[in-house]
């Protein structure tokens, strides 16, 4: 083919082919507008678990809680999750895509299963939560929606599979594939996995919900809905830490620490992660202990290893580049002198914290066995994927949409001065929303639930005033959050629609004080993506320590097994069980 | 870069930095720690839930617990005069999840140890003590047999934690220690 398909971003120095260029942009856009609907909906909610506010009535409160998980946990992250996988495929290996023309049938089926179940919500009959437990009846195009879906995204991730195996063929880069897109693959292939978990269960119930299957077993329904319903969180996770070491060589051209230890803490997640889908389960019926302790440890913890790794290799590698930049006093100088003003740092690193310091911890405190019995469906649930979902993933993707929007969209960031400001608000917003959920689920208050005072009961029950105190303030964050995530969709929609061109010699980080100059579709085959050059100072390069990092892995490590130990003391302090 | 391939073809071989050698083993050590905590606390624990469970017909459990509530009635309570249940202590108790009702109301001894037996006769409902904080999952089908022992007496609430519905928020129960 001699038609020039592939356009040189000047400064960022990446290839974007047109066709991947679009579908990318599809899936980024597409994922947008549901972060807008899913986060208005999330407004709703915090606002009527706020007591005092208490705003929508339960069958809307039910309502508008189901679509809420659906609309952000499945469409917003896997739209999203699409377009990285284009990226880290056609853009990063500078490879055509594999059939772009099937790629956007994955993109039509995504779009059409989605919109079907956000209908089945509008029509009120299929307020079953994002889980749909059965034999909880939800309309059949709920389920229909989400099988169609579902069929979308596989398509998509075999499309990014056939772009690897192009990309090879063309010997379009040399030696291994790059960090990132080792990362996606593992992301891909977890993505595969969950899906066909999905498939297992959503099919027989799309035909119990039709008549033609006339009884699901709700364990084995739970048992394999949460093979979908957590693994698909595990794709988030790859796909953040992917962007975390994205960003940390856009900004700081950082190399991993090691590519050994970065890429074998990915390889634990596919041999590991899937075993999660047990700590779901683990105040079920059915299953024996010891089936409980091995699955919902992953096997002893070896993917909580993986990502404790990431925590230290991440941060380190930033460490390591600014100290080679001469930030070398102290500790923590690299850390102080980063580009705090830049959204898509200051987006990455807040994602990272909180994703470790408060989702790692909780979830994995929660997931341990015995301790679950203080935990299970208590809002200190969503309180902990709060911190690993809409703060570790949201956060992180919205950080690298403020990369996407001059790179790949061609526009200039509008609003720079609140951009700067957006990842903190919507920190601050999620950081009360979440701390004081998982204050309040500590004293027991349920998760899914319209009214703690009980005020329709037969009967009475009342919480601690601190608990429900703890859900005013968790309100109030929720509400802060919701500003902030409102303004991030201003910021890009408005960037897309008023931004300022970037076709004649703009800026790539105009708005934030770095340069970048003019691009058109004017290159047939890109240069091969050479390897990283080999440093000169010293023959092992390993001269430069990440000390600091080192310093606040340890902070971290103590942090979790303080918690830990404070949950094994409440949990002693229960009744006797046996 | 993380952006490009690594340097070396066979990256595979190629040394660690030092910090991170330290860190794995000091996670991995933590992270065993963490597993065996939990076969711990079976044998020295005094907080662990049984995996004694059974499949049973929602008509079966049903009869089961009203056999109980019909032979240890001691009282009735609410508008809906919901039975307040005294089962002999060691004996076996069945509190019933419906929608949307905890049934019976159960009157336990302090520091003496039941049988409790809980299942769902419709929809999946969460079982929740508070303020004692226990939280276990019910299933329509399903029948689990747990061993408790309250400690301290009171009035105890059981809130349902599943959504089960529109009157999920109106599923309150009642247990009395004395």
């Given at each position: 083919?001699?038609v020039?398909?592939?356009?040189?971003?000047?400064?960022?120095?990446?290839?974007?082919?047109?066709?991947?260029?679009s579908?990318?942009?599809?899936?980024?856009?597409?994922?947008?507008?549901?972060?807008?609907?899913?986060?208005?909906?999330?407004?709703?909610?915090?606002?009527?678990?706020?007591?005092?506010?208490?705003?929508?009535?339960?069958?809307?409160?039910?309502?508008?809680?189901?679509?809420?998980?659906t609309?952000?946990?499945?469409?917003?992250?896997?739209?999203?999750e699409?377009?990285?996988?284009?990226?880290?495929?056609?853009t990063l290996?500078?490879?055509?895509?594999?059939?772009?023309?099937?790629?956007?049938?994955?993109?039509l089926?995504m779009?059409?299963?989605?919109?079907?179940?956000?209908?089945?919500?509008?029509?009120?009959?299929?307020?079953?939560?994002?889980?749909?437990?059965?034999?909880?009846?939800?309309?059949?195009?709920?389920?229909?929606?989400?099988?169609?879906?579902?069929?979308?995204?596989?398509?998509?991730?075999?499309?990014?599979?056939?772009?690897?195996?192009?990309?090879?063929?063309?010997?379009?880069?040399?030696?291994?594939?790059?960090?990132?897109?080792?990362?996606?693959?593992?992301?891909?292939?977890?993505?595969?996995?969950?899906?066909?978990?999905?498939?297992?269960?959503?099919?027989?119930?799309?035909?119990?919900?039709?008549?033609?299957?006339?009884?699901?077993?709700?364990?084995?329904?739970?048992?394999?809905?949460?093979?979908?319903?957590?693994?698909?969180?595990?794709?988030?996770?790859?796909?953040?830490?992917?962007?975390?070491?994205?960003?940390?060589?856009?900004?700081?051209?950082?190399?991993?620490?090691?590519e050994?230890?970065?890429?074998?803490?990915?390889?634990?997640?596919?041999l590991?992660?899937?075993?999660?889908?047990?700590?779901?389960?683990?105040?079920?019926?059915?299953?024996?202990?010891?089936?409980?302790?091995?699955?919902?440890?992953?096997?002893?913890?070896?993917?909580?290893?993986?990502?404790?790794?990431?925590?230290?290799?991440v941060?380190?590698?930033?460490?390591?580049?600014?100290?080679?930049?001469?930030?070398?006093?102290?500790?923590?100088?690299?850390l102080?002198?980063?580009?705090?003003?830049?959204p898509?740092?200051?987006?990455?690193?807040?994602?990272?914290?909180?994703?470790?310091?408060?989702?790692?911890?909780?979830?994995?405190?929660?997931?341990?066995?015995?301790?679950?019995?203080?935990?299970?469906?208590?809002?200190?649930?969503?309180?902990?994927?709060?911190?690993?979902?809409?703060?570790?993933?949201?956060?992180?993707?919205?950080?690298?949409?403020?990369?996407?929007?001059?790179?790949?969209?061609?526009?200039?960031?509008?609003?720079?001065?609140?951009?700067?400001?957006?990842?903190?608000?919507?920190?601050?917003?999620?950081?009360?929303?979440?701390?004081?959920?998982?204050?309040?689920?500590?004293?027991?208050?349920?998760?899914?639930?319209?009214?703690?005072?009980?005020?329709?009961?037969?009967?009475?029950?009342?919480?601690?005033?601190?608990?429900?105190?703890?859900?005013?303030?968790?309100?109030?964050?929720?509400i802060?959050?919701?500003?902030?995530?409102?303004?991030?969709?201003?910021?890009?929609?408005?960037?897309?629609?008023?931004?300022?061109?970037?076709?004649?010699?703009?800026?790539?980080?105009?708005?934030?004080?770095?340069?970048?100059?003019?691009?058109?579709?004017?290159?047939?085959?890109?240069?091969?993506?050479?390897?990283?050059?080999?440093?000169?100072?010293?023959?092992?390069?390993?001269?430069?320590?990440?000390?600091?990092?080192?310093?606040?892995?340890?902070?971290?490590?103590?942090s979790?097994?303080?918690?830990?130990?404070?949950?094994?003391?409440?949990?002693?302090?229960?009744?006797?069980?046996? | 870069?993380?952006?490009?391939?690594?340097?070396?073809?066979?990256?595979?071989?190629?040394?660690?930095?030092?910090?991170?050698?330290?860190?794995?083993?000091?996670?991995?050590?933590?992270?065993?720690?963490?597993?065996?905590?939990?076969?711990?606390?079976?044998v020295?624990?005094?907080?662990?839930?049984?995996?004694?469970?059974?499949?049973?017909?929602?008509?079966?459990?049903?009869?089961?617990?009203?056999?109980?509530?019909?032979?240890y009635?001691?009282?009735?309570?609410?508008?809906?005069?919901?039975?307040?249940?005294?089962p002999?202590?060691?004996?076996?108790?069945?509190?019933?999840?419906?929608?949307?009702?905890?049934?019976?109301i159960?009157?336990?001894e302090?520091?003496?140890?039941?049988?409790?037996?809980?299942?769902?006769?419709?929809?999946?409902?969460?079982?929740?003590?508070?303020?004692?904080?226990?939280?276990?999952?019910?299933?329509?089908?399903?029948?689990?047999?747990?061993?408790?022992?309250?400690?301290?007496?009171?009035?105890?609430?059981?809130?349902?934690?599943?959504?089960?519905g529109?009157?999920?928020?109106?599923?309150?129960?009642?247990?009395?220690?004395?």
């Amino acid at each position: 083919m001699a038609v020039k398909m592939f356009r040189k971003c000047p400064d960022s120095g990446l290839y974007f082919h047109k066709t991947a260029e679009s579908l990318m942009k599809a899936h980024a856009v597409l994922g947008v507008v549901y972060l807008l609907i899913g986060g208005v909906l999330g407004l709703l909610v915090a606002a009527t678990r706020a007591p005092g506010i208490h705003l929508l009535s339960a069958e809307a409160f039910y309502t508008a809680l189901t679509a809420h998980g659906t609309a952000i946990l499945i469409y917003w992250i896997i739209f999203f999750e699409m377009a990285v996988l284009y990226f880290a495929s056609s853009t990063l290996l500078r490879c055509r895509p594999a059939t772009p023309g099937i790629g956007w049938i994955g993109f039509l089926l995504m779009l059409i299963g989605s919109t079907m179940s956000m209908v089945a919500f509008a029509r009120g009959n299929s307020s079953v939560m994002f889980t749909s437990y059965v034999p909880m009846p939800a309309e059949p195009i709920f389920y229909l929606g989400l099988i169609l879906f579902a069929v979308g995204a596989l398509i998509g991730c075999f499309v990014f599979l056939g772009t690897l195996v192009i990309a090879k063929r063309e010997q379009t880069y040399d030696g291994s594939v790059p960090l990132v897109t080792f990362g996606a693959i593992v992301a891909c292939v977890i993505a595969v996995f969950t899906i066909a978990s999905g498939a297992a269960i959503l099919l027989p119930t799309f035909l119990w919900s039709v008549g033609l299957i006339n009884n699901i077993d709700p364990a084995i329904y739970r048992l394999f809905w949460w093979g979908m319903g957590h693994s698909s969180q595990q794709i988030n996770v790859s796909a953040h830490v992917a962007i975390w070491y994205a960003i940390a060589a856009i900004l700081f051209g950082a190399k991993p620490m090691s590519e050994k230890v970065s890429r074998g803490a990915f390889l634990l997640y596919i041999l590991f992660l899937q075993l999660a889908s047990a700590h779901h389960l683990l105040v079920d019926a059915g299953l024996s202990a010891s089936w409980k302790v091995f699955n919902t440890s992953y096997a002893m913890y070896l993917a909580v290893l993986a990502s404790m790794i990431h925590g230290l290799t991440v941060p380190g590698a930033i460490e390591v580049a600014q100290r080679k930049k001469g930030y070398t006093n102290g500790l923590f100088e690299w850390l102080r002198k980063a580009p705090w003003g830049n959204p898509v740092f200051s987006g990455m690193f807040l994602s990272l914290i909180v994703f470790g310091f408060i989702g790692g911890i909780t979830g994995v405190v929660m997931g341990t066995e015995q301790i679950n019995l203080i935990i299970h469906n208590t809002i200190f649930v969503p309180g902990h994927f709060h911190a690993t979902v809409a703060v570790g993933t949201t956060l992180a993707f919205m950080a690298i949409t403020y990369f996407l929007i001059p790179v790949l969209f061609r526009r200039e960031v509008i609003m720079p001065g609140l951009a700067k400001w957006q990842p903190y608000i919507f920190t601050a917003g999620m950081l009360l929303l979440i701390l004081f959920m998982l204050g309040a689920g500590t004293l027991g208050v349920p998760r899914r639930h319209w009214d703690i005072n009980f005020a329709d009961a037969a009967m009475q029950y009342q919480f601690a005033g601190s608990a429900i105190a703890m859900m005013g303030v968790a309100g109030m964050g929720g509400i802060l959050a919701a500003v902030g995530g409102a303004l991030f969709c201003l910021i890009a929609v408005g960037s897309l629609v008023f931004g300022k061109r970037l076709d004649q010699g703009a800026s790539l980080f105009s708005s934030f004080g770095l340069p970048m100059a003019d691009s058109s579709y004017t290159v047939e085959r890109p240069d091969r993506l050479e390897r990283t050059p080999v440093e000169s100072s010293g023959s092992s390069g390993h001269a430069v320590e990440a000390k600091g990092t080192f310093v606040l892995a340890l902070v971290f490590l103590a942090s979790f097994v303080v918690y830990f130990f404070i949950n094994a003391k409440y949990l002693s302090s229960l009744w006797k069980l046996g | 870069m993380s952006l490009t391939p690594p340097n070396q073809m066979i990256w595979w071989k190629e040394p660690i930095h030092r910090i991170e050698v330290t860190w794995i083993i000091l996670a991995l050590s933590w992270c065993l720690v963490l597993f065996l905590w939990m076969p711990y606390w079976h044998v020295f624990g005094d907080q662990n839930l049984s995996s004694e469970s059974y499949r049973i017909k929602p008509e079966a459990f049903e009869a089961k617990a009203k056999a109980m509530a019909d032979q240890y009635t001691v009282r009735k309570e609410t508008k809906m005069e919901i039975p307040v249940v005294k089962p002999p202590p060691g004996s076996d108790v069945y509190l019933v999840a419906r929608l949307w009702q905890w049934w019976p109301i159960l009157e336990l001894e302090k520091d003496k140890s039941y049988r409790l037996h809980i299942s769902s006769l419709d929809w999946q409902h969460g079982l929740s003590i508070q303020p004692v904080n226990i939280n276990v999952q019910v299933l329509p089908g399903y029948e689990v047999v747990m061993n408790i022992t309250p400690n301290q007496a009171g009035e105890y609430g059981v809130v349902c934690n599943e959504f089960c519905g529109i009157g999920h928020h109106t599923m309150l129960g009642k247990i009395y220690v004395k």
